[in-house]
Nanobody
Framework: QVQLVESGGGLVQAGGSLRLSCAAS????????MGWYRQAPGKQRELVVA???????KYADSVKGRFTISRDNAQNTVYLQMNTLKPEDTAVYYC??????????WGQGTQVTVSS
């Protein structure tokens, strides 16, 4: 089992930046990939970005060039740097991990609100 704790959400004006953190603990050696999802009100949850254990990344088109995923292996933490935020980025952001070829259970997420 892997436990994930998200942090770093908040309220920011359009054009601003936020950095989200996701700290992993437990059976982290079993993780093959990690990612950030988001869910806006009335919309389906969508993948924002994923990073494999080998370092390959996949970004949603809507965030390419604005968001950057990174990881600190020593701290077992994955970060999501979000720049040039837009009101449409407003959502609850969730961190998740792939174990045994499937995404894990969802946590509470962290709210990101971008005001216009």
């Amino acid at each position: 089992q892997v436990q994930l704790v998200e942090s770093g959400g908040g309220l920011v004006q359009a054009g601003g930046s936020l950095r989200l953190s996701c700290a992993a603990s437990g059976s982290i050696f079993s993780i093959s990939a990690m990612g950030w999802y988001r869910q806006a009100p009335g919309k389906q949850r969508e993948l924002v970005v994923a990073i494999t254990s080998g370092g390959s990344t996949k970004y949603a088109d809507s965030v390419k060039g604005r968001f950057t995923i990174s990881r600190d292996n020593a701290q077992n933490t994955v970060y999501l740097q979000m720049n040039t935020l837009k009101p449409e980025d407003t959502a609850v952001y969730y961190c998740n991990a792939v174990l045994e070829a499937r995404w894990g259970d969802w946590g509470q997420g962290t709210q990101v609100t971008v005001s216009s």
